[in-house]
């Protein structure tokens, strides 16, 4: 059990030390831009407060914390975890200019605060990479608020019989897009299996609740490519 966590540790560093330069890039070209509104759809729906703080778990480049910070007038504190230092460099560069944004190297599984710290925690396109998700849920519980807002965006299940047989021939390309722009299909055939083997939108809601969360809802984007879930700490 231990080694298999150690692999998919090691597996999934690998892949975004592969992917790094020009993860921004094939995010674009892969969703052919609906990532950028799909992250939009996110910050509308969490609607953040001036003079709050946010955790955004698995930021990768810091998409999640550009707008959240945008969205409160950079009126409020981010703190970006990422395990990935290449990710976390390129996020750093990305968000110089961003004196609220804060980034540490750690994982979602192990946080490094104090409980009862934050007053929204984020996670996008993270949460099926971790080793252990209901680890992570936990932790995401602790270090909110009472009244906290836990969200999740993530790759789900398509809920039409047509888009989802297209979405599956789509899937089978994407590792020979990845091997044109960036050289290597290993990483992008992770992706796809990844996504193939995430758990649905029910029973992401059921995992929620039973590490505490209160008044769960989710709302599908593009007919369930990707789901965002909501959960509050009450
Ligand atoms: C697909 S990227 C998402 C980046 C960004 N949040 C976005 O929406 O574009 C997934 C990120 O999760 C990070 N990650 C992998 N395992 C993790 C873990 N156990 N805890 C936190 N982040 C992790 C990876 O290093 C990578 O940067």
Redesign the pocket.
């Known amino acids: 059990m231990k080694s298999n966590i150690q692999d998919k540790t090691k597996l999934?560093?690998s892949v975004?030390s592969k992917v790094y330069k020009r993860y921004d890039l094939m995010?674009d070209i892969l969703s052919l831009g609906l990532h950028r509104i799909w992250?939009e759809r996110f910050i509308q729906w969490m609607s953040p407060q001036q003079n709050t703080k946010l955790i955004d778990?698995?930021?990768?480049?810091g998409?999640?914390a550009k707008l959240f910070s945008q969205k409160t007038n950079n009126n409020s504190e981010i703190v970006c975890?990422?395990?990935?230092m290449e990710?976390l460099e390129e996020g750093k560069v990305k968000l110089k200019n961003f004196n609220n944004v804060r980034w540490i190297n750690a994982?979602?599984?192990k946080l490094p605060f104090d409980s009862d710290m934050f007053d929204y925690y984020s996670i996008?396109?993270?949460i099926r990479?971790?080793?252990d998700i209901n680890r992570t849920l936990r932790e995401a519980f602790r270090v909110l608020k009472t009244g906290g807002r836990f969200m999740c965006l993530e790759f789900s299940k398509v809920d039409n019989e047509i888009l989802d047989l297209f979405y599956q021939k789509y899937s089978k390309t994407i590792p020979y897009i990845g091997k044109f722009i960036v050289g290597s299909e290993k990483p992008y055939k992770y992706l796809v299996k990844s996504i193939e083997s995430f758990i649905s939108q029910k029973e992401l809601v059921k995992l929620m609740r039973e590490n505490g969360f209160s008044n769960i809802e989710f709302r599908n984007l593009s007919n369930g490519i990707s789901a965002i879930h909501s959960g509050w700490k009450i």
């Open positions: 999934v560093n975004f995010n992250k778990v698995a930021s990768g480049t998409d999640i975890i990422e395990p990935n990710m994982s979602a599984e996008s396109y993270g990479n971790v080793n």
